[in-house]
């Protein structure tokens, strides 16, 4: 084998090839040194990996059965409220509904003096209409129709009321002044013309 030499501060060919590999490996060496590097660490990027890609699963696996309780709860309550929704009347049969409320009213005991219907406002899903009754009857008697209201009537409730009695003549049962609103279906085009 010949002797590498140098001939005075000549570089032949192999000498520049040895000293770019030094270059490149001193360069190199840094590099694959460093903890943060994956080749010198394989093993335990890889559990970690494999511990992070476990938990996931368990998480999603805890996601997909919080998803199919909360479905089965929103089955069985729109159920229930299938059954026990409360069903609109068209707006055009107030006076369908004022002789329900008239007819209820007495039914509780009380004495019917006025049931007036104001115009009523609509919303996006039904139209609000206020009635206004005037009766006559003693607490409990007001109480029993309230309640009858509300459970034969659902889509009908009070807004406000008043039991006025009169100083004079307490032996006289008290004014019951009540304001409804009545929740019907809305007016369609053809209809509130």
């Given amino acids: 084998m010949k002797r590498l ?69 929103l089955e069985e309550l729109n159920r229930v409220l299938g059954a026990e929704a409360v069903r609109l ?23 019917v003096d006025e049931i007036l219907p104001g115009s009523g406002t609509s919303g996006p899903h039904s139209r609000k209409m206020p009635i206004y009754l005037r009766a006559r009857g003693r ?10 209201l509300s459970t034969s009537l659902p889509d009908t409730f009070a807004r406000s009321f008043e039991l006025v009695g009169n100083p004079q003549k307490p032996q006289d049962p008290p004014e019951f002044r009540v304001h409804l609103v009545w929740h019907a279906l809305p007016l369609d085009a053809r209809e509130a013309r």
Avoid at 103 to 111: H, T
Avoid at 139 to 148: D, E, I, K
């Fill in 139 to 148: 607490l409990p008697v007001c109480a029993t129709f309230l309640h009858r």
């Fill in 89 to 111: 009347e068209p707006a055009r049969d107030l006076n369908s509904r004022l002789a329900k409320l008239t007819d209820l009213a007495v039914l509780a005991g009380l004495r």
């Fill in 5 to 73: 030499r140098r001939d005075k501060g000549k570089w032949t060919r192999r000498h520049v090839d040895v000293a770019g590999a030094i270059l490149c490996v001193l360069i190199t060496l840094p590099v694959l040194l460093t903890p943060r590097n994956p080749l010198l660490r394989p093993q335990a990027a890889s559990a970690d990996q494999q511990g992070d890609t476990r938990s996931l699963g368990e998480k999603a696996g805890k996601l997909t059965a919080s998803l199919a309780a909360h479905r089965a709860r």
